[in-house]
């Protein structure tokens, strides 16, 4: 899971900070040490870390902390507006003109380039024409990923094979968009194992001799420091507009999303967040800034369910929730919602402190397969009237899931349990609005 780390290390220091009553001087001092070391153990580019810890430090030490009478809390909230400031504050949309726009997205090999291109173009589509150019004659099966991608978030592929030089190929895709009524042109380009004149040549001659409305790198969120250096060099030797970080599913430590903005001056438009095509979600630096810190990302979350419920299912479930009337046909539904909002993983991650209490639990997405199993296996009427299910009928069900009476009678008692919860928490839920109310920060 991301920020593993460097949330479990934040989350301990500030249960320092919180325990004390009064802070000195010294003691917000060895607590920002401590948050220098662990943003330095992130892989968080040093001069950055120092330019960070400077800042929260002439905030931190003065007498209004000092005094305030939760200093704790107030130390803790610089960091975080501190770490949203890191990454940019407002969150930057990508910027598109009216009429024909091209955007190039460069990077190192393996960043998520033609994955993104096709995300993007899925994402864009809503909005725009867009165009997908392979324009990476050296990988080989580069253009065909592409093509693939491009077929299944349902945007066009302009390719010329791999027998023209990358300038021609986009020449020619910008004249097929004006024929073709494109206004987006997002060009897929070549990754190198490491900066190379060549390829940064051929950028540039790109650059030169079309117009190039936003260049963006794609970066790694993975690789940490050298992402960081790399997307220096590009950005001095072809100049970029944006950068998107992928791979913030994975274990990052959190290094590059912390030091990028920062050390290129450039904003983060968008992060991918799985290899799905559709997991690509808008750069919140706010967001982001408090799943570092392990406070969960409420946010993408309810956006999560909102996404994958309709209001009238949110609606239709409430209902049921208060009346207690929800029975394994609903249940049934629940797992294959769930199922929209991403991996169990994922959710889990973004609740505020379960973050680190997670760390060495596997979940898997498969728990769900067994009950599912069990409630496929039972008639329409006993799905809808549990109570009917009496031993010869457990033992049916049991059979027909592949699985032991005693997984059934787990199942029922569960049940049953959240029956009881529904009611008592129905008080709680009122409507779809009434999710958004709550949050409380875990510490
Ligand atoms: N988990 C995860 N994997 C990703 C994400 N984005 C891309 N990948 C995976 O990373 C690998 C490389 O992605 P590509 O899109 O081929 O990267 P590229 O930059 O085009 O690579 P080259 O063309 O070889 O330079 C693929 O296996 C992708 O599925 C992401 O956000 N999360
Ligand atoms: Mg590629």
Known sequence: MAFEGISEKLQNIFKGLKSKGRLTEADVKTALREVKMALLEADVNFRVVKQFVKSVEERAIGQDVMNSLTPGQTVIKIVNEELVKLMG???????????????MMVGL????????????????KKYRRPLLVAADVYRPAAIEQLQI??????????????????????????????????DLVIVDTAGRQHIDEALMEELVAIKAAVKIDQTILVVDAMTGQDAVNAANSFNERIGIDGVILTKLDSDTRGGAALSIRSVTGKPILYSGVGEKLTDIEQFYPDRMASRILGMGDVMSLIEKAEAAYTDEQADKLAK???????????????????????SLQDIMGMIPGMGSKLKNVEIDDKAMNKPKAIILSMTPKERANPKCINPSRKRRIAAGAGVEVSDVNRLLNQFEQSKKMMKQMSGMMSGKGGRRGGFKFPF
Not at 89 to 103: A, D, F
Not at 114 to 119: D, G, L
């Open 89 to 103: 504050s407002e969150p930057v949309r990508l910027p598109l003109h009216s009429g024909l726009n091209v955007l």
């Open 109 to 124: 090999n393996g960043a998520g380039k033609t994955t993104m291109s096709a995300k993007l173009g899925g994402e864009l």
């Open 320 to 342: 049921k929730f208060k009346k207690a009337e929800f029975d394994f046909n609903d249940m049934l539904e629940q797992f294959d919602q769930m199922k929209k909002m991403g």
């Open 149 to 182: 991608n491009g077929g299944k978030v349902g945007v066009p592929v302009f390719t010329m094979g791999d027998k023209h030089n990358p300038v021609d190929i986009v020449k020619a895709a910008i004249e097929h968009a004006g024929k073709n009524g494109n």
